[in-house]
């Protein structure tokens, strides 16, 4: 027995369609593919904070006050400074060769004494002028001791000796004369300390300008 087929027309063909899902390959194995997101995400943060830690931060230098010692009473006593030093840095900074100069900043007609000024004029006494207002030098801040180190996260202050020229010391006691008639004075602080840390030089770190009134 034979059974008869009939030819299919054009219109009548079916041809298959491909779905759109065929592109896509199922993972087989969801658990390695979470194990391997976690673990990029971790590398990630990691990194994050590696260089978070590691950023250079610049450290500050500023002076916090005058102390003055009354061993030497025939000079009116001599000068300290107590500077203090802070290190935001997540590892320690060293400090060296502090060089800070401090200047007075007297009020106008102020008495200037001419072994202070040694000129016919009292402004030969100004160094410069700070918004202006005349700075005359009474004195540097000089490290005698060694390097020193300021742990990571933290802050240490150091007491620095004011080293002084003859005229330097005859403005200081000129400075302390007017304050013992006038009453408070105003002084100023620049200069700079070297600092270096293992993995980066901060080079000479600016002494934060500072106000301090005597009194």
């Known amino acids: 027995m034979t059974q008869d087929y009939a030819p299919l027309t054009d219109g009548e063909a079916e041809v298959p369609q491909a779905s759109a899902y065929a592109y896509y390959i199922i993972p087989k194995e969801p658990k390695k593919r979470k194990q391997f997101g976690c673990g990029f995400c971790l590398v990630t943060l990691t990194l994050f904070l590696v260089g978070f830690i590691l950023i250079p931060r610049a ?3 500023y002076l916090d006050h005058l102390e003055i010692s009354t061993e030497n009473q025939s000079l009116g006593g001599e000068l300290y400074g107590k500077f203090g030093f802070d290190n ?6 060293d400090w060296s060769n502090p060089a800070v100069n401090l200047y007075w ?3 106008d007609e102020q008495l200037i004494v001419q072994s202070c000024h040694k000129s016919d004029t009292a402004n030969a006494a100004c160094a410069f002028y700070y918004r202006g207002m005349c700075a005359i030098p009474v004195g540097d801040f000089i490290g005698e001791d060694k390097a020193f180190t300021t742990d990571a996260r933290s802050a240490s202050e150091r007491d620095l000796k004011l080293e002084q020229s003859p005229q330097e010391m005859a ?3 000129n400075m302390l004369a007017s304050y013992a008639k006038n009453g408070k004075q ?3 602080s620049k200069g700079h300390v070297r600092a270096k840390a293992d993995i980066v030089d901060f080079g000479k770190v600016g002494v934060s300008d500072t106000y301090y009134y005597m009194g």
């Open 59 to 61: 450290p500050f230098v």
């Open 171 to 173: 403005c200081a006691l």
């Open 88 to 93: 935001t840095n997540f590892y320690a900074v």
């Open 105 to 107: 900043l007297p009020h």
């Open 186 to 188: 105003m002084l100023l």
